[in-house]
Structures are given as structure tokens and as C-alpha cells.
């Protein structure tokens, strides 16, 4: 998918069948970036075939590592690193670059990363970041759009580093700058997503020393050096959800595979509220519904809460549902301009500061709408999927960062739906 595209959906059509979901977006960015950490070859399996993985590809390329890449494996050399800048016009592309810089400062010594990109669903300030890095000794400057990391010529040493808040990012840079740090790291208030987990688990394939995997409190040893490894992406937890509510939407059934359903466990306790019926297995779930789904509150928080990649989605869900509820959203304060757009299609939400209050309606309607972002366009097509008429999905390019092949798996469980170029 690209800029000058569009999905094209005519609604109505009842979904069924299955879908397996790929390798974690928001593991396998970071796993690429902590592959910079070891000299040699490192490979990495099970990884989406998305535009994301090119942009980070090319953010390590211009640091002088070389990525391969074939079907869902990749290889990152990182023999030789010939760069410690990630220059502007890399990083603006995706925020998720910023990740390279606790790999870079660990192994190199310092770091220039310009000041990141991505979606714009809110501030995500980097403060943490930075306050975790100088707790570790490095010395952290601005200017002219760039964040200077230095480390300390003796090396970075351990400390104890408290999270304002589980930032998972902020996690991610610290956990891959501690793993060469002197002495002992403990986080606390740590990030606990699965992605953090899988994270930790390439590390310590790596030969890293990390207590406390998926706990608020974090204890790492520092080592001396790191080897290659081979590892393979968890399952994308956000695409599962996306198909599930999709499967929510139409009825099903739908049988979403390839992810951990445990990883989900708050969104499903949601579906079943909602008056979906689930089948839980070890590899995945089964939903499926008999009657209108009912309105159901949820808010927003750091995991195990609700994710708020999955909160647009569940709007979709709740437009259409019978009752008045409430989602808030605790995460990213931008995060709900999703809204205006489900409104053009006839959904009754009203935003008041974090807060939605969405009322369910009998249908929507197909309408021309855009993809604010990367999840709302997600959700804009799932909404299109039970609209009356034909809703036509703008600015797709959104989409295409984070789902792999996402109309053709939406074909194979019989949508309508196809990806149409636009032209002038």
C-alpha cells in the first residue's frame, strides 16, 4: 500500500474463517535495534513483512550494519558499525528509531539520534529516556534537533533508575544500555508487555544477565561482551485484536492464530462482555457472536490493562453496540481523532478531554474517510466492514506500517474490500 491509495469497502458482508497473525511490530523494531549490540550476524524470524521493518533496515544500514532480509526472517550484521548517527531524515519517518540509541551508546560509546518521528497520537515525550541514560552515566546534550549521548570513558556503570511511569520505550534503551553497563541495573516500575519480555529474551540469548522479565522491577548484570543470536518475534498481540473485534463486528466465526491469547487476556475478558462467545486455545481464539454486541467501558493503561493500540478499535465495536459507554484513554492524549472520522459515518461520540462517551447506533454509513493514524485507519476499515454502502479509506499508508497484507487477510475471510489507486 502506498500514499496515493486507497481501501475501497462495501459493508454487509459476514466474516469467516481463519487468520493467522505475523511476528510483533513493536518487538521486532527493537530486537533489530538491539542486534547492533553484538559483533557478527544475527537473525531474527517470524518478522512482518511491513514498511516499518524497511525504515528501521535502513536506520541501521546508515549506521554501517547490513540487513538482509528474505520472506519473514532477517539478518543484521552488525560487524562493523561505521556511523553513531541516526540523521532526521531516517528517524522522522518512525518514532521507534530512538531505540537504536541505548544500543548505540552501549556499544560505541556515544550517540546521535535526531529527535524522533511517527504517528501523531501525542507528545511521547523522551524525558525518560534521557533521565534512565544519565542515571547510567551518559552525558546527555540537545541541539539543533538532535539528542548528543555520550558515555563515560570508563564505561557505563550500573544504578538503581526509578520510571516515572512503565514507559515501554524508555524500558527498551535502558535494558539495552544496562546489558553493557558496570555492576547491576534495577528498573523499577518497568514496562511489562509481552514486547518487553521478547526483548529480554534476545538479550539474554545474547549472553545479557536480566532478573525480573515481565515484573514492574527489572534486575540486570552487566557483561563484558555480547554474542550473535537467533531469535524469533513473538506474535503480534495488536493484530490478533484487530482481527478479533473484526470478528466481533461481523459475527464470525473467526479463528485468529499465531499469537499468545494470555497477551490479551483483559481485551478478551471485554469481548465476552460484550456478549461475544470465545474459544481459547494455546496458539490462539475462536469468536464469534449471536446477537448485537453490548456497550461495555474500558480505559486505557500500561500492560496487563487494555492496550491502547487496541482502544480505536474497540470504538468501532462499541458504535455499533447496544448501550452508552465510556473509554478512556490514559495513554496518548491524541489518540482519539479516530473519533471525528467515525462520526462522518454516523457514530454518536462525544470527547470530552480523555474520555469518549459513545453511544451505539443501528448502522453506520459509508463515507469518505482518512487514516489518522496507524491504528484509527485500522479501525476506520473495520467499521466500514458492517457500514451501510461503500466507505473509502484514505491516507493508507498509515496502515501499511503496522499490518501485513491486511485487505488480503480481510478478503480470505470474505469481505468486500479491496485497494484501489487514487488519481488526481
Known amino acids: 500500500m502506498t500514499g496515493c491509495s486507497e481501501i475501497v469497502v462495501r459493508g454487509g458482508k459476514k466474516l469467516a474463517g481463519e487468520v493467522r497473525v505475523e ?6 523494531l527493537k530486537l533489530m535495534a538491539a542486534s547492533l549490540l553484538a559483533p557478527g ?37 552488525a560487524t562493523e558499525l561505521t556511523s553513531h548517527e541516526a540523521p532526521y531524515e531516517m528517524v522522522a519517518r518512525m518514532r521507534a528509531s530512538i531505540a537504536v540509541l541505548g544500543p548505540l551508546v552501549a556499544r560505541m560509546g556515544q550517540a546521535n539520534v535526531a529527535m524522533p518521528g511517527g504517528c501523531n497520537i501525542g507528545s511521547r515525550k523522551i524525558d525518560m529516556h534521557i533521565r534512565g541514560l544519565e542515571e547510567l552515566g551518559v552525558e546527555v546534550t540537545f541541539g539543533h534537533g538532535f539528542i548528543h549521548a555520550r558515555a563515560p570513558k570508563d564505561g557505563l556503570h550500573g544504578a538503581h533508575v526509578f520510571l516515572d511511569f512503565p514507559s515501554v520505550g524508555a524500558t527498551e534503551n535502558l535494558l539495552m544500555a544496562a ?51 537467533e531469535h524469533a518475534v513473538v506474535g503480534d498481540r495488536i493484530e490478533a485484536g484487530t ?64 492496550p491502547t493500540d487496541l482502544q480505536a478499535q474497540f470504538m468501532a465495536l462499541m458504535a455499533v453496540s447496544d448501550g452508552e459507554c465510556v473509554i478512556t484513554e490514559n495513554v496518548f492524549e491524541n489518540r482519539f481523532m479516530f473519533a471525528d472520522e467515525l462520526i ?31 491504528r484509527g485507519g485500522a479501525a476506520l476499515v473495520l467499521a466500514g466492514l458492517v457500514a451501510e454502502g461503500v466507505t473509502r479509506v484514505g491516507d493508507v499508508y498509515h496502515i501499511d506500517r503496522g499490518y501485513e497484507r491486511f485487505v488480503e487477510k480481510l478478503v480470505a475471510l470474505g469481505a468486500d474490500i479491496r485497494l484501489e489507486n487514487q488519481t488526481d
Not at 348 to 373: N, T
Request: charged share 20%.
Open 41 to 77: 550476524v544475527s537473525r531474527i524470524t517470524n518478522v512482518p513483512d511491513i514498511s516499518d521493518i524497511g525504515v528501521m533496515a535502513d536506520v541501521l544500514g546508515g549506521l554501517g550494519a547490513r540487513v538482509a532480509r528474505s520472506d519473514h526472517s532477517l539478518t543484521v550484521d
Open 23 to 28: 511476528g510483533a511490530k513493536n518487538s521486532a
Open 179 to 229: 546489558v553493557r553497563a558496570k555492576g547491576t541495573t534495577v528498573i523499577e516500575n518497568a514496562a511489562r508487555e509481552p514486547e518487553i519480555v521478547d526483548l529480554a529474551l534476545f538479550l539474554k540469548g545474547m549472553g545479557a544477565e536480566i532478573e525480573g522479565m515481565g515484573t514492574q522491577t527489572m534486575i540486570v548484570n552487566g557483561v563484558d561482551e555480547l554474542h550473535p543470536v
Open 344 to 374: 462522518r459515518m454516523g457514530g454518536d461520540v462525544r470527547i470530552e478531554a480523555h474520555h469518549a462517551r459513545v453511544k451505539g447506533v443501528s448502522h453506520l454509513s459509508g463515507a469518505p474517510v482518512k487514516s489518522p493514524d496507524l
Open 243 to 306: 482481527f478479533l473485534v473484526a470478528g466481533a463486528l461481523s459475527g464470525g466465526p473467526v479463528s485468529v492464530t499465531g499469537f499468545d491469547p494470555e497477551h490479551l487476556a483483559l481485551v478478551l475478558a471485554k469481548l465476552r462482555a460484550a456478549g461475544c462467545r470465545l474459544e481459547v486455545g494455546a496458539d490462539g481464539v475462536v469468536i464469534e457472536r449471536t446477537s448485537k454486541t453490548c456497550a461495555v467501558d474500558v480505559q486505557t493503561l500500561p500492560y496487563p490493562g487494555f
